[in-house]
């Protein structure tokens, strides 16, 4: 079992034909997603060759649908375009739509999500995310597939590079689903939507959890925690030392007076019975005895 992607995904990308598209779309063939085309408008009808694989280009997401039965998109699209695409999955009501752009503006962000929201047929993961990997049959986005393995563990983080960490300290034991979902101020999947589709998922034992300084998406997801949770969480906030006012790497990563600080997310989850590391080597082991027992 796993979240939101298997083995069966069918994965279109939108911008497959740029650079960063190409690039990305031969990581993913190579650990074993299924790419079935990709979509940049006005290239409709090129076939393009990546890892001896012969992949249709369509004009839109739609035509992709029809052509490959296409049930997830990944999108490489510059951010002045992103808004476009994203909004042209969602009319197509594709299912899952994994948005890697970084740099989108908030208001279209904003604005595709609460079109999604309106749909009610696309989930959404990102912007300014590394996707998400189920070991060993999908990685749809740029999570390095070599760093981790199949196993009990879910994990849901906000940093792309804190998510790479982890998989790396716990490759032994492995994931069921590894999601990225970003550290803009606006989102679409979240860390609690994450943590109940785990929660439910018979294959994932336990629950890693990273989150960090600005909002109170963290705070949510304790209250979350505590009501519906019942698997093992393990948790780990970025963002300690990080000084007031100024933001951190995300665009959501900032502090403003005693809102939003690690020690005030720290103190949330723990109450909520989430055991906290203070660095993400701790965390790991952390998770290593609760599984060992």
Known sequence: MSIFIDKSSRVIVQGMTGSEGTKHTRRMLASGTNIVGGVTPGKGGQVVEIEGRKLPVFNTVAEAIVAT???VSVVFVPPKFAKAAVMDAIDAALPLVVV???????????????YSQSKGTTRII?????????????NVGIIP??????????LVSKSGTLTYQMAFELRDIGFST?????????????????LRAFQDDPKT????????????????????????VTKPVVGYVAGFTAPEGKTM???????????????AKKDALEEAGVKVGQTPSESARIMRSILRG
Do not use: K
Request: hydrophobic share 40%; charged share 15%; aromatic share 4%.
């Open 69 to 71: 039965s296409a049930t």
């Open 100 to 114: 890697i752009t970084e740099g989108i503006p908030v208001h279209d962000t904003a604005a595709f999500f609460a």
């Open 126 to 138: 990102g912007p300014n995310c590394p996707g998400l990997i189920t070991p060993g049959e999908s």
């Open 145 to 154: 597939a070599d760093v981790t393995g199949s196993g009990p563990i879910g």
């Open 178 to 194: 590894a999601v990225g979902i970003g550290g803009d101020p606006v989102i679409g999947t979240t860390h609690i939507d994450c």
């Open 205 to 228: 034992e336990a629950i890693v959890m990273i989150g960090e300084i600005g909002g109170d998406a963290e705070e949510r997801a304790a209250a979350f925690i505590r009501e519906y």
């Open 249 to 263: 790497g995300h665009a959501g990563a900032i502090v403003s007076g005693s809102s939003g600080t690690a020690q």
